[in-house]
């Protein structure tokens, strides 16, 4: 199956800051999302993105805190703004990366884990 | 289902013995279902699926069931390893979304 890469795999940023992560696939993928798994938890979907329209955010999620960018097929970035130590997370990128969702190509990054201090 | 809860429910198992991992969701118009694996550190990798239109999906050494009136998913893990030790997550793919269960954490005694 296709790879993911996310970066960065970590940082540790002060309260206030923003932080960019990228999210690279190996081949053009229609369908993007983004989650984010607090730590002992599960993963929660934060956004679906498509490349050519806006990006579609689940409940409790918006954009002005989580801006999400998707300028070509292969490519997609999510930011945090205006962080709080209560975004300390790991974000993770996914992709389709089969033929549609009835298949094998239903692919994770390794996700970036984020200290806010 | 929505990810509900602070704790993983833990399930402790001897080495060589088969792993049953449960997992209720949400939504009945839920296609198609994937069980993941997640190591420590790792993002979450796919183990198997299987489509509403089926009840029971072989791969090796591990068994998915699914029970659609009751909502109810099951992995199968055969003769388990110690490799086999990770958090591992349900999830159902509707409304063109990939919705993750609460995740269960699988220990292997040896």
């Known amino acids: 199956s296709a790879v993911i890469s996310q970066k960065p795999s970590r940082d540790i940023c002060q309260r206030g800051t923003s932080l960019t992560i990228q999210c690279q696939v190996d081949?053009?993928?229609?369908?993007m999302f983004w989650y984010r798994q607090q730590p002992g938890q599960s993963l929660t979907l934060i956004a679906t993105?498509?490349?050519?329209?806006?990006?579609?955010?689940e409940s409790g999620f918006v954009i002005d805190k989580f801006p999400i960018s998707r300028p070509n097929l292969t490519f997609s970035t999510l930011t945090v703004s205006n962080m709080s130590p209560e975004d300390s997370s790991i974000y993770l990128c996914?992709?389709?990366?089969?033929?549609?969702?009835?298949?094998?190509?239903?692919?994770f990054g390794s996700g970036t884990r984020l200290t806010v201090v | 289902g929505e990810s509900v809860g602070l704790h993983l429910p833990t399930l402790s198992v001897q080495e060589g013995d088969n792993s049953i991992i449960n997992c209720a969701y949400s939504n009945s118009a839920s296609d198609y279902f994937i069980w993941y694996k997640q190591e420590s550190g790792k993002g979450p990798q796919f183990i198997i699926d299987?489509?509403?239109?089926?009840d029971k999906r072989q791969g090796q050494r591990v068994t998915v069931l699914l029970n659609k009136t009751v909502k109810h998913l099951s992995l199968q893990i055969a003769a388990t390893q110690p490799g086999d030790s990770a958090v591992y997550f349900c999830?159902?793919?509707?409304?063109?979304?990939?919705?993750f269960g609460q995740g269960t954490r699988l220990t292997i005694n040896p």
């Open positions: 999830a159902e793919w509707g409304a063109q979304k990939l919705v």
């Open positions: 299987i489509r509403s239109n089926m």
């Open positions: 993105a498509n490349q050519g329209s806006e990006a579609t955010y």
């Open positions: 996914s992709a389709f990366t089969g033929k549609g969702p009835y298949g094998y190509g239903y692919t």
């Open positions: 081949s053009q993928v229609t369908m």
